[in-house]
């Protein structure tokens, strides 16, 4: 059992899929890794660790030859899996549902061509289970705490109160909209940094999470909405009079925060849009948005992928990639993800990971030739 180790080629990309901690356990198991030359390079990982770990370490025709798997963070370019094996799996993210270069079903069928078993990680079910696989939640931790940082770096003022001879300078007062694994995160390091923090979801059993962390929770009351979750951990659908209710309390607290954090995205579906250019209008010069969704059309109107733009003296920053912007840390979580989804199904007789159907009917996107999973195929 052989398993590849690509290097990333998306524009902007820095983690790798593989580390030399996981490269260790995988030998462990009894699999061989080989590694592209610079795979580690730019989340500073030397090729020497690699091979200290135990991996081989060459071009891509060589690592690529003979793979059984090819591990990856973003899927490789098919015309970068010229003259692999007929079944052998590509372990990554693979935006199947996406557009542009590095996702969409346009790549999925061209996987399907090369006879590869395409297994999309971020389809991996939200089952207890399946916790330590997922990579959406690792890597949207690390998006929590980055976009915190990149707001303070935008913010011409200090976060916590301070009192001084000189005088006492207020704490920044923060809005986190969303509240998974991002927003949950965004809303601990703020307060870390000593802000002022609130926040809000569509999900009312979120409330107890946000008190939980000392920030305010910024809700409807007495309006008839929405009572839980609905199946995975998302939402159910609100009452038009709760959504008419929660959008007029949200745009009077937004005119009166200095920065807004926006974590929310629809798996498969365009970001729902959270604020409005009036809503960005109100708010005070120096006001800082960071849209974390803003690579799948943005929460925030007026916000641009990978530019941090200012409207009325109000900046909103939508960084790309933003898990990628913590490399070293990204890449060693991504890395685990992949090795425990492995490790779990792997099958000492046959010295391979057999999938079950619960997880592996969720993440197969292609097998035999053909697109077979059920989404995609619309059913």
Same mark, same amino acid.
């Given at each position: ?6 290097? =990333? ?10 580390? @030399? ?8 198991? !009894? ?5 592209? *030359? ?9 090729? $020497? ?31 970068? &899996? ?18 542009? =270069? ?22 991996? @079910? ?23 940082? $990149? ?5 011409? /003022? ?14 920044? /007062? ?18 870390? &940094? ?5 926040? *809000? ?11 939980? &962390? ?12 929405? =009572? ?14 709760? %959504? ?39 708010? %005070?010069? !120096? ?7 803003? =690579? ?63 997880? !592996? ?5 292609? %097998? ?7 989404? &995609?195929?619309?059913?």
């Amino acid at each position: 059992m052989k398993i590849a180790v690509l290097r =990333e080629r998306a524009a902007g990309e820095r983690r790798v899929a593989a580390t @030399p901690e996981t490269v260790k356990k995988f030998i462990t198991l !009894g699999a061989e890794m080989a590694v592209e *030359t610079g795979a580690g390079a730019t989340c500073s990982i030397a090729d $020497d660790a690699y091979r200290a770990a135990g991996a081989s370490v060459g071009d891509a025709g060589s690592v690529r030859a003979g793979a059984d798997i090819v591990l990856g963070v973003q899927g490789p370019d098919p015309d970068a &899996l010229a003259g692999i094996a007929p079944g052998a799996w590509i372990v990554a993210a693979l935006n199947p549902f996406g557009t542009g =270069e590095q996702g969409g079903r346009a790549r999925v069928d061209r996987y399907a061509a090369l006879g590869v078993e395409a297994l999309a990680m971020e389809l991996m @079910p939200r089952i207890t289970r399946a916790q330590s696989m997922d990579i959406l939640s690792s890597q949207s931790n690390l998006s929590g705490y980055k976009a915190v940082l $990149d707001a303070a770096a935008e913010y011409g /003022r200090a976060f916590p109160m301070m009192m001084t001879a000189a005088g006492t300078v207020s704490a920044a /007062r923060l809005f986190v909209m969303g509240v998974g694994v991002a927003g949950l995160q965004a809303i601990a390091t703020a307060r870390r &940094l000593g802000a002022q923090v609130s926040a *809000t979801d569509v999900r009312a059993a979120t409330k107890e999470q946000i008190q939980s &962390l000392g920030a305010k929770p910024i809700f409807v009351e007495n309006v008839a909405g929405i =009572e839980g979750e609905g199946t995975g951990g998302y939402a159910t659908e609100m009452s038009d009079e709760y %959504k008419a209710a929660q959008a007029e309390l949200v745009s009077a607290h937004i005119a009166k925060q200095d920065i807004v954090i926006t974590t929310a995205l629809i798996p498969g579906r365009p970001a729902p849009r959270l604020i409005s250019a009036a809503q960005v209008a109100s708010m %005070k010069p !120096g006001s800082v948005i960071v849209d974390l969704a803003v =690579e799948a059309g943005g929460n925030v109107e007026g916000a641009v992928a990978g530019e941090v733009v200012e409207v009325g003296g109000v900046k909103i920053v939508g960084h790309r990639n933003v898990p990628s912007r913590l490399a070293a840390d990204a890449s060693a979580l991504f890395s685990r993800n992949l090795f425990n989804f492995l490790s779990a199904f792997w099958d000492k007789d046959s010295g391979r990971p057999v999938l079950d159907e619960e997880i !592996g009917d969720a993440i197969r996107l292609t %097998k035999g030739g053909q697109v077979v999973h059920a989404r &995609l195929l619309g059913a």
